[in-house]
């Protein structure tokens, strides 16, 4: 049986390639919880919604990617934090605007909560201001 930290990161992976909740589900709780103090996602209150739209985000910017710049567990309080910076362009369809050919790199972690070795609560630590700017749509 894998632990927090692998689970944690398989996870990862799979919410930051734009797996959906298809491929997200097996590693959480159905009702894991999310949060977010980033005007663009502030209204997303579930983890299987914010899988969506991390999927839904790579349709305008096809070239979207982490790049994993911590990964750590503590497992007295059942969490595991990661950090990284997303890169990707505004090159496709789909976005707020059409395509504006302008690229981002945005810092961000998630600190994940565990319940029983499957995730119920995710928290994202965003300038999503700064993230929007970079790429034209704010």
Known sequence: MAGNYDTA?????????GQGWAE??????????????SGAIAEIATLADYTEWMKGLLTPIPDGAYHLTAFAEDAARGTVVASAVFTGTHTAEGGP????????????????TFTDGKVSHMTKIWNDGWALKQLGWA
């Open 9 to 17: 990161h398989a996870f990862f992976v799979a919410c930051e390639t």
């Open 24 to 37: 997200c589900a097996q590693y959480c709780h159905a009702d894991a919880g999310f949060s977010a103090q």
């Open 97 to 112: 605007i059409p395509a504006t050919g302008q690229a981002a790199s945005s810092d961000y972690a998630y600190v994940i």
